[in-house]
């Protein structure tokens, strides 16, 4: 009886008085009904909140054995398959002073599925409350640039970010710390400004430790929502650095040049090449606009960013490498490459917004020095990691309720042709996605 007197006592303490505290911001790939109401108990008491999603899924490929930024390669015998896309349970915790101020925060999040159980957010977050301006997280979260990257799996109206963003930022989250200016007061003369600023090792989940001691220097300032007119359009953006790299643990490094007239990697294999620091410089701007149809009937929204840079990988990646790359037992070269990316979405709501349809179309360039069938037609080097796609997705998203979507999407996904064997001509890599969400 006593265990059943507490229950009676606690729940509806666990359970109240949400949505005071939307400054605190979800860490970038969250679940953004944190953003929206971010602690259930409120007032002069601890803050705790649990919240999740799953994402079950069907998918169906053009062929079998594709490789796929759909959620992941298909098995070689496979063109169909039932996957739990992301399983997410989060667990929030702060405390406020006196005049409601956040003073402290804490998440942790992971992530199970049938491929395992992997922690996606475990950091804590200080507050300066002489301002209200400052804050200071450190631990594992997301990194603060793009849009796409920011924006939680459990809201984004497509099954998956674009290829440029899983590859440059592969599981979105790394290490590190990251000092943030986002007023808190709704008086203050910069409400409309959030300027995050942080070091990161660099791999990010990919790898279980640093193997090098350079840091990456990561920015974005984003300037929110702005109401442009009567009608309630408004506008938001904001542009985006990181400025890294790499340990060279090799004295063969690869940058692009010409042979026979044509665009070729030329090594460069100088003795003091080792121990310096291969670039990782990504610049990138993003902007949202946003018109309300009127009457509750949803609204247009146009989300459009670019981002361009320098890339080191390997030869056959361009993805940033979670460990010291190796060939055997002696370390691989490294690639240097020019790329850029950009994608654009049209979303627009059928009557109501409980109806969504998704047009979207992204690219990534990973090698903005060469094209089409310059790639193999000498011995230049090149591999299926310096292909440009370019990928069209359309969908349909409906809102049951606010804890369950149904989206059905396809990817029309289309490489250049080249010179390279198995790529003279568009691979049959299309893929359809059905997926049911549940979010509490």
């Given at each position: 009886m006593r265990l059943k007197h507490m229950a009676i006592v606690c729940l509806p303490l666990l359970f109240s008085g949400i949505a005071k505290a939307q400054f605190l911001m979800d860490m970038i790939d969250t679940t953004t009904s944190v953003g929206k109401g971010m602690f259930s108990l409120y007032q002069k008491y601890d803050a705790v909140r649990f919240s999740g999603y799953i994402q079950p899924q069907f998918q169906y490929a053009s062929s079998k054995g594709i490789k796929s930024y759909a959620g992941g390669d298909f098995p070689a015998e496979v063109d169909n398959r039932f996957t739990l896309r992301r399983g997410r349970f989060r667990l929030d915790y702060a405390r406020y002073d006196e005049?409601?101020?956040?003073?402290?925060?804490?998440?942790?999040?992971?992530?199970?599925?049938?491929?395992?159980?992997?922690?996606?957010?475990?950091?804590?977050?200080?507050?300066?409350?002489?301002?209200?301006?400052?804050?200071?997280?450190?631990?594992?979260?997301?990194?603060?640039?793009?849009?796409?990257?920011?924006?939680?799996?459990?809201?984004?109206?497509?099954?998956?970010?674009?290829?440029?963003?899983?590859?440059?930022?592969?599981?979105?989250?790394?290490?590190?710390?990251?000092?943030?200016?986002?007023?808190?007061?709704?008086?203050?003369?910069?409400?409309?400004?959030?300027?995050?600023?942080?070091?990161?090792?660099?791999?990010g989940l990919t790898a279980t430790s640093d193997f090098d001691s350079h840091k990456d220097f990561i920015t974005r300032v984003a300037v929110k929502p702005i109401k442009l007119n009567s009608r309630n359009w408004r506008l938001s953006g904001a542009v985006s650095m990181l400025y890294g790299g790499?340990?060279?643990?090799?004295?063969?490094i690869y940058k692009m040049g010409y042979s026979a007239g044509m665009p070729a990697y030329h090594v460069d294999s100088s003795l003091t090449n080792q121990g310096k620091i291969a670039p990782r410089h990504y610049y990138g701007a993003d902007v949202q606009f946003r018109i309300p149809n009127g009457n509750n009937k949803g609204a247009t929204e146009i989300r459009l960013e670019y981002l361009r840079g320098t890339q080191t990988?390997?030869?056959?990646?361009?993805?940033?490498?979670?460990?010291?790359?190796?060939?055997?037992?002696?370390?691989?070269?490294?690639?240097?490459?020019?790329?850029?990316?950009?994608?654009?979405?049209?979303?627009?709501?059928?009557?109501?917004?409980?109806?969504?349809?998704?047009?979207?179309?992204?690219?990534?360039?990973?090698?903005?020095?060469?094209?089409?069938?310059?790639?193999?037609?000498?011995?230049?080097?090149?591999?299926?990691?310096?292909?440009?796609?370019?990928?069209?997705?359309?969908?349909?998203?409906?809102?049951?309720?606010?804890?369950?979507?149904?989206?059905?999407?396809?990817?029309?996904?289309?490489?250049?042709?080249?010179?390279?064997?198995?790529?003279?001509?568009?691979?049959?890599?299309?893929?359809?996605?059905?997926?049911?969400?549940?979010?509490?």
């Amino acid at each position: 009886m006593r265990l059943k007197h507490m229950a009676i006592v606690c729940l509806p303490l666990l359970f109240s008085g949400i949505a005071k505290a939307q400054f605190l911001m979800d860490m970038i790939d969250t679940t953004t009904s944190v953003g929206k109401g971010m602690f259930s108990l409120y007032q002069k008491y601890d803050a705790v909140r649990f919240s999740g999603y799953i994402q079950p899924q069907f998918q169906y490929a053009s062929s079998k054995g594709i490789k796929s930024y759909a959620g992941g390669d298909f098995p070689a015998e496979v063109d169909n398959r039932f996957t739990l896309r992301r399983g997410r349970f989060r667990l929030d915790y702060a405390r406020y002073d006196e005049d409601h101020m956040p003073v402290v925060q804490f998440a942790f999040q992971f992530d199970g599925t049938e491929r395992g159980v992997f922690i996606r957010d475990f950091f804590g977050r200080i507050f300066e409350n002489k301002w209200d301006v400052f804050s200071l997280t450190a631990g594992m979260f997301a990194r603060p640039i793009s849009y796409e990257v920011n924006l939680s799996s459990s809201d984004r109206e497509t099954p998956e970010r674009g290829r440029m963003s899983q590859i440059l930022m592969k599981t979105e989250r790394d290490i590190g710390a990251m000092v943030t200016f986002e007023p808190r007061r709704p008086n203050h003369p910069l409400k409309f400004l959030k300027i995050d600023a942080g070091l990161f090792n660099g791999q990010g989940l990919t790898a279980t430790s640093d193997f090098d001691s350079h840091k990456d220097f990561i920015t974005r300032v984003a300037v929110k929502p702005i109401k442009l007119n009567s009608r309630n359009w408004r506008l938001s953006g904001a542009v985006s650095m990181l400025y890294g790299g790499m340990e060279q643990f090799t004295r063969y490094i690869y940058k692009m040049g010409y042979s026979a007239g044509m665009p070729a990697y030329h090594v460069d294999s100088s003795l003091t090449n080792q121990g310096k620091i291969a670039p990782r410089h990504y610049y990138g701007a993003d902007v949202q606009f946003r018109i309300p149809n009127g009457n509750n009937k949803g609204a247009t929204e146009i989300r459009l960013e670019y981002l361009r840079g320098t890339q080191t990988a390997t030869a056959s990646t361009t993805e940033t490498p979670g460990t010291i790359p190796v060939n055997g037992s002696v370390n691989a070269p490294l690639y240097i490459r020019k790329f850029d990316g950009a994608y654009l979405y049209l979303l627009q709501n059928l009557g109501n917004p409980m109806n969504l349809i998704v047009l979207k179309y992204d690219w990534y360039d990973p090698n903005k020095r060469v094209k089409g069938k310059e790639i193999g037609a000498v011995n230049g080097g090149m591999t299926p990691a310096d292909i440009r796609y370019n990928t069209l997705g359309c969908g349909f998203v409906h809102y049951f309720n606010s804890n369950m979507k149904v989206m059905l999407y396809y990817d029309l996904v289309k490489n250049e042709s080249t010179s390279l064997e198995g790529y003279e001509k568009d691979l049959p890599d299309n893929v359809f996605t059905c997926r049911l969400q549940y979010r509490f």
